[in-house]
Nanobody, 121 residues
Framework: QVQLVESGGGLEQAGGSLRLSCAAS????????MGWFRQAPGNLRELVAG???????YYADSVKGRFTISRDNAKNTLYLQMNSLKPEDTAVYYC???????????????WGQGTQVTVFS
């Protein structure tokens, strides 16, 4: 009933920038916290950045000062501006959202399908 669709991944040189987007659609009543996670081959999925509905943000130490998370609540869209990219940022990036669906009383966790980010030196 809710879909999260990421876009904006790709191949980028170290030091460059990419901007990821995640559009949420479907029977959405409200979205609480949203976040970006990433998973590199052989690694566990890790939280990169999160943002509450009120705009409070969290960043993993590895991306602080380089990545910026933001959201457009009117469009139900999440963004991740990634600057000063490093080869170790290479991973599949996933969008996550805590959503209350229309006519349901609980918050539910949704994931996008992931978008590949590859940074080469």
């Amino acid at each position: 009933q809710v879909q999260l669709v990421e876009s904006g991944g790709g191949l980028e040189q170290a030091g460059g920038s990419l901007r990821l987007s995640c559009a949420a659609s479907g029977s959405i009543f409200s979205i609480n916290t949203m976040g970006w996670f990433r998973q590199a081959p052989g690694n566990l999925r890790e939280l990169v950045a999160g943002i509450t509905s009120g705009g409070s943000t969290y960043y993993a130490d590895s991306v602080k000062g380089r990545f910026t998370i933001s959201r457009d609540n009117a469009k139900n869209t999440l963004y991740l501006q990634m600057n000063s990219l490093k080869p170790e940022d290479t991973a599949v990036y996933y969008c996550n959202a805590d959503v209350k669906v229309v006519n349901r009383k609980v918050w539910e966790d949704y994931w996008g399908q992931g978008t590949q980010v590859t940074v080469f030196s």
